[in-house]
C-alpha cells in the first residue's frame, strides 16, 4: 500500500486534542486510533503495544548480521489540532495539480497560490486536500502513514536493518506530546519525528518557549465616583502590553527572530487575565523576554500601587540544536537520504515546537523531517501524495545509513 493510500484511512479518524482536559490522552477518540495503528503493525509481524496513557510502542527486531548497528527510531503524533474541526473529514484527491488556485467544495474557500506561493511547486503531482469544511489531518497522520509505509517495504521487502523503534505519541498539539513518552521502553539510540511540512525538511533548531500568565486584580468602583480611586484591570492589561516591544510579535517576525504573543485576555474593570506565549532560539535572547516581561509589570505596578497583579511564566521547552549538534550525523545523514529521493533537503529554524525538542533533553536526540504537508491547522491544509512517497524512500535510506 502507498502511503497516501492508508494515510487516506487515518484522516477519517477524529483524533483532535484538547486543553480542556487534563487526562491523557487529552480526547477519548484518540485511543482506537491508537489501537488501530497497533493492530497494523501486527498485521505485518511487528510487535506493538498501546499503553495506558495512548502511547503506541513497536519494535523491527534487526535483521541477521545487524543486531550491532544503532537503534534508529521514528516517531509522528496521533492527534490534530484542536484550532479547527478534525471531525468527518473528507479529503479530495488532484491528480497532475496545474499550479493555480484550488477551490473546495464547502464554504467557498479556495486555497489561493497568491496566498500559499510554495503549493505552486506542486505543479502536476498529485496533492490531497479538505473540502473546505474541516483541516485534513496532515498534521500529523502523514507522517504515521509514512513510517508505517516504510516498516511494511522493511519487512516484504526483507531489507537489512538495525533495531528499528516506532512511536506515536496523543496530544503533541497541546504541547503534552512527551509528558509520559518512555524513552528507555522506545529503546532507540537516536530518533527522528516525521512531523515537518514539505519534503527534504531537515530541522533541529526550534524556539526555546515560555508561557506567561498575568492575573490582574484592580480596583472596582462606581464610575461616577471612581476619580482617584477605581484601578481598571483591563487598561492596566493594555499598558502592560504597551510596555512590550510592538514590532515582536509574530505578525512582524520571521526566521531566527523571536517574539512576544498575547493569545488570550479576557476579565472585567475589577479582575483581568493576560496569556502570552514568549518565543527565541537564541537561549540569552529568551531570558531577556522573559526580563522584560516581568520588567513591564513591575513598572505598570508601581504606577498602580493599589492594583493587584500577579505574574507567572513557566519555560515550554528549549532549543534542541544544544542537543543535536554533537550527533550531527544525524542531518548528515538525513539531508543525503533527501537527496538520494530526489529532493534537495531544506533545513530552516523551525518557527514552534515538536515532541522532538523535548526528547532530545530526555535523551533521545531527535531532528525534525518533512512530510509533504501544506498549510497546516486548518481548511487550507494538503498534502502532496508524490512528496509522501520520497519521505518514505528517505525514512529508508536513513535506515540503510546506520545499518
Given at each position: 500500500?502507498?502511503?497516501y ?106 486555497i ?34 509514512e ?43 537516536y ?104 520588567s513591564a ?9 493599589s ?10 521547552y ?86
Open positions: 500500500m502507498k502511503a493510500e492508508r494515510f487516506l484511512n487515518y484522516v477519517v479518524c477524529d483524533t483532535q486534542s484538547s486543553t480542556k482536559s487534563e487526562a491523557t490522552p487529552s480526547t477519548e477518540t484518540q485511543k482506537p486510533f491508537a489501537k488501530k495503528l497497533a493492530a497494523e503493525l501486527q498485521e505485518m509481524g511487528i510487535k506493538a503495544e498501546v499503553d495506558d496513557k495512548g502511547y503506541v510502542y513497536a519494535k523491527l527486531p534487526a535483521t541477521a548480521g545487524k543486531e550491532s548497528c544503532d537503534a534508529i527510531g521514528f516517531i509522528a503524533h496521533m492527534d490534530t489540532a484542536p484550532d479547527f474541526s478534525g471531525r468527518d473529514v473528507a479529503p479530495i484527491i488532484h491528480e497532475n495539480y496545474d499550479g493555480g488556485d484550488i477551490a473546495l467544495p464547502k464554504f467557498g474557500r479556495v489561493k497560490v497568491e496566498k500559499f506561493p510554495d503549493i505552486k511547486a506542486l505543479k502536476g503531482k498529485t496533492i490531497i486536500t479538505t473540502d473546505g469544511s474541516t483541516l485534513l489531518g496532515g498534521d500529523d497522520k502523514a507522517g504515521i502513514a513510517i508505517i509505509t516504510a516498516c511494511e517495504r522493511l519487512v516484504t521487502e526483507n531489507i537489512p536493518h538495525g533495531d528499528i523503534c516506532i512511536g506515536f505519541t496523543p496530544d503533541e498539539e497541546i504541547g503534552r506530546g512527551a509528558d509520559h513518552f518512555d524513552v528507555e521502553r522506545f529503546g532507540a539510540k530518533a527522528y519525528t516525521m512531523d515537518g511540512g514539505e519534503a527534504g525538511g531537515v530541522e533541529y533548531e526550534n524556539f526555546n518557549a515560555a508561557a506567561v500568565e498575568i492575573a490582574i486584580e484592580g480596583v472596582s468602583v462606581h464610575p461616577g465616583s471612581a476619580k482617584g480611586i477605581m484601578e481598571n484591570a483591563l487598561l492596566i492589561a493594555c499598558e502592560i502590553n504597551s510596555l512590550l516591544p510592538q514590532d515582536e510579535t509574530p505578525a512582524h517576525t520571521e526566521g531566527y527572530e523571536g517574539f512576544y504573543h498575547l493569545d488570550g485576555i479576557m476579565g472585567t474593570s475589577e479582575k483581568a487575565r493576560m496569556g502570552y506565549i514568549i518565543r527565541d532560539h537564541d537561549m540569552a535572547k529568551f531570558e531577556q523576554r522573559k526580563a522584560a516581561m516581568q509589570v513591575d513598572t505598570v505596578l508601581e504606577n498602580h500601587k492594583a493587584k497583579i500577579v505574574l507567572q511564566i513557566t519555560d515550554s528549549y532549543n534542541m540544536a544544544e542537543k543535536i549538534k554533537p550527533c550531527m550525523h544525524l542531518i548528515e545523514n538525513a539531508r543525503a537520504a533527501w537527496q538520494k529521493a530526489g529532493v534537495q533537503p531544506v533545513t530552516e529554524p523551525v518557527r514552534g515546537g515538536t515532541d522532538g525538542s523535548r526528547l532530545s533533553y530526555m535523551g533521545l536526540p531527535c531532528p525534525n523531517l518533512g512530510t509533504g504537508t501544506y498549510n497546516m491547522h486548518g481548511p487550507y491544509e494538503l498534502c502532496c501524495a508524490d512528496d509522501m512517497t520520497a519521505a518514505v524512500n528517505t525514512i529508508l535510506n536513513i535506515i540503510e545509513a546506520y545499518a
